[in-house]
């Protein structure tokens, strides 16, 4: 099993490769709402007992990476080395297919609700569910709303966000489960947060994936190598692997 990430424009490296290099791409585009701009305004959650939780969304700083939606050279490009493609988005890029709506669950939150995904594999629609509400986060991805109901009760061991619009492993490892087969190599042309990259290492995907921006690209790989092969960076730099129960 590999696991190849670059720092590089993935338009530029798609162009280097063969027809239908991969069974399969996951792929969340810039949209061009403007998501890249520091949150201003708090945003609420209603929690159990019906009250309302005021919560102040992160600064990840000021960049300009989702200032419009990509050319249709990157789709046609996409759709070029892949045998199959997952576009996260496809309500701002007009795909017009089977789709994967992942809902929220934010509830009465001022929050998103939900987001459409494009996908080539057939014309229907699938509603996926996952708690993703800041602190609030879900314990399992289901198509069972009820299932899917259940908060992750750790907020010690909920997803540390890096990126504005990253999305939850468990997300990335349902749609793997769902729509990759076993030996199936998976391509992410714009990894950021490298929750992607996360799920298809866990559940022994090959992969490889791309992330322009300096920044995100070096926290997803210190991410990645905490989350998959328990190593951490120290403020000097150095790396630390941390001891598993196996090791004791």
Known sequence: MTSEVFNTDCLEYMRTLPDKAFQ??????????????????????????????????????????????????????????????????????????????????????????????????????????????????GECCSTDVNIANRQQGNKQLNEKRIHPTQK??????????????????IFDPMMGSQSSRIAAYKMGFDYVGCELDKEYFDKGCERFAKECKGEIKLKDGSIVKQASLFDL
């Open 24 to 137: 399969l791409a996951i792929a969340d585009p810039p949209y061009g709402i403007g998501a890249d701009k520091p949150a201003v305004k708090p945003c609420k959650v209603r929690q159990r007992n019906g009250s309302y939780l005021p919560v102040k969304a992160p600064d990840y700083g000021k960049k300009d990476w989702d200032a419009q939606p990509p050319e249709q050279v990157f789709f046609d490009e996409l759709t070029r080395v892949c045998e199959n493609v997952i576009i996260w988005g496809a309500n701002y890029f007009g795909l017009a297919g089977g789709m994967i709506v992942w809902d929220k669950m934010n509830g009465d939150s001022d929050q998103y609700g939900c987001e459409i995904a494009y996908q080539s594999f057939n014309q229907r629609t699938d509603i996926v569910h996952y708690m993703w509400q800041g602190m609030f986060q």
């Open 168 to 185: 939850p492993v468990a997300l990335y490892a349902w749609l793997l489960k769902n729509y990759a087969k076993p030996g199936d190599r």
